[in-house]
């Protein structure tokens, strides 16, 4: 080894390679440092001749209040950059996605749109996902009465969506086919969130600060008391697969049919006690943006949802939504079919992701070695951020049909005939009932106070409700 003096600086010189390779390593180190800046998109870079300076942007905060009372007041606020990426990976290819971020409230109108984005994982065939891909989203727009404007269009959409989903369900058992499929729909409006779900493909958001809230609940047997406790008092039987010998193993299920979940569209062999009636929770978010992660249960199954949060931090959505699929992959290996959606809601005066950059280290270590990030602790996630960060505007999850409609859905048309608050149907009056009748002479009769349903989606209801449990069918 020889040294050689500067008076700038001092340089070791080996007489080995291996100094040769440090150096290249530490070159691709600030290569890559030079790419996720850039890209990541929320940093800016100042650069002199034998230095580059990084600082960090910080965007003019609004507090939540003033922005609802802008609102109120009829005040012009602007909406959010929506940006979003895709990735997946196929086992069974049953799994499958939309998004659409140019929908209109109001033909024509580019001050109406929104956007939507979706996860549609079937089971025992794609029918049933593909059938909901092709009709969901028409469905829950023609459940919302014309001419409302968009605080009103945002209200009426936790109720659309269960009519929706609903109308779906129906329209695809009368085809007759007997696949399933778990639906996660995400509808975005300006800084306005609204989840609606069934079965165990989940949302979570990642809010400025890295708090990572769920907006979603999975209707897995295993793990959800309540939706095992309404499939037993509907006359389902949940128990585990019994193999020779009595044992009992994997996961419990629904029977007849063996189904793990409680709620899906579709999977009409299984009974009526598996419902489509979604979860819907509608949050806002504060100026400052945040960022939805979308996945199948391909993704949650590998990864707990801070750590699908923390790993791609600081990524644009389409690198982020691939890292999550690649985490995923090597933590668990391709064991069912896989794919995320991350979409970044982003304030229009700030040019950078609302997440939070998760540390260097990790990103450098991924990236150069390929090796597994660190598994995150999981901690609870049901909670949102307080108030001034998210807001919650709505939550509901029952499986009552006449509780999620409510009493306040306009029924009547113009011409005098009632319409089916599910599948928008015209009837006489003569021809339906109030979703809210029950026996004549019961006290919470209210035969003459809307919305109506038709004689198939009442049907429908009291099946769903265990109130005319299906016929076992008989062998010839």
């Keep these: 080894m020889s040294r050689s003096w500067d008076s700038r600086y001092f340089v070791e010189v080996h007489n080995s390679s291996h100094d040769e390779f440090r150096f290249r390593i530490l070159k691709m180190m600030r290569c890559i440092v030079g790419f996720v800046i850039r890209f990541s998109g929320n940093v800016e870079i100042e650069r002199t001749m034998n230095e580059t300076k990084v600082t960090t942007m910080k965007p003019h905060l609004v507090p939540l209040a003033t922005l609802i009372g802008r609102e109120l007041r009829g005040e012009k606020v602007e909406k959010p950059l929506v940006r979003y990426g895709h990735a997946g990976l196929a086992k069974k290819g049953e799994d499958y996605f939309l998004i659409k971020p140019d929908c209109q409230r109001i033909a024509g109108d580019p001050a109406s749109t929104f956007s939507v984005f979706a996860i549609f994982d079937g089971h025992n065939g794609v029918s049933a996902a593909v059938f909901s891909k092709e009709n969901l989203l028409n469905n829950v727009m023609s459940a919302i009465p014309q001419g409302l404007g968009r605080e009103e269009w945002i209200q009426a959409l936790p109720k659309a969506l269960v009519a929706g989903f609903v109308k779906t369900d129906i329209d695809f058992q009368r085809k007759g086919e007997t696949s399933g499929t778990t639906v996660t729909f995400v509808i975005v409006d300006g800084f306005t969130v609204t989840v609606a779900s069934v079965g165990d493909s989940r949302c979570i958001l990642d809010s400025q600060g890295g708090v990572v809230s ?132 982003i304030p229009p005066d ?3 992701l609302p997440s939070t950059p998760r540390k260097k280290q990790s990103v450098l270590r991924f990236l150069i070695f390929g090796r597994r990030l660190p598994s995150f602790g999981s901690k609870p996630v049901n909670k949102l951020p307080s108030v001034g960060a998210v807001e919650e505007l709505f939550e509901e999850g029952s499986a009552m049909l006449a509780e999620r409609l409510g009493l306040d859905v306009p029924s009547k048309t113009t011409s005098g005939l009632v319409k089916c608050a599910v599948c928008q149907a015209d009837q006489t009056p003569n021809d339906c009932l109030a979703v809210n009748s029950g026996p004549f002479f019961s006290p919470s009769t209210k035969p003459w106070e809307g919305p109506y349903l038709c004689a198939d989606c009442r049907v429908k209801k009291e099946a769903m409700e265990g109130k005319r449990p299906r016929q076992p069918k008989t062998s010839t």
Excluded: Y
């Design 350 to 352: 700030q040019c950078g």
């Design 214 to 345: 769920l907006l979603t609940v999975d209707h897995r047997l295993e793990e959800n008391v309540e939706e095992r406790e309404r499939v037993t008092a509907s006359g389902g039987e949940v128990g585990r697969l019994n193999v020779c010998g009595g044992a009992e193993v994997g996961p419990l299920r629904c029977w007849p049919g063996g189904l793990c979940l409680s709620r899906s569209i579709g999977d009409m062999d299984v009974g009526e006690f598996i419902v489509p009636i979604p979860h819907v929770k509608q949050v806002k978010l504060s100026n400052t943006g945040g960022r939805l992660i979308i996945a199948s249960d391909g993704i949650w199954d590998a990864l707990s949802s801070e750590t699908a949060a923390q790993s791609c931090r600081g990524l644009p959505a389409e690198l982020a939504a691939k890292l999550v699929v690649k985490d995923a992959l090597r933590s668990r290996g391709l064991k069912d079919d896989t794919t995320c959606i991350v979409v970044d809601i």
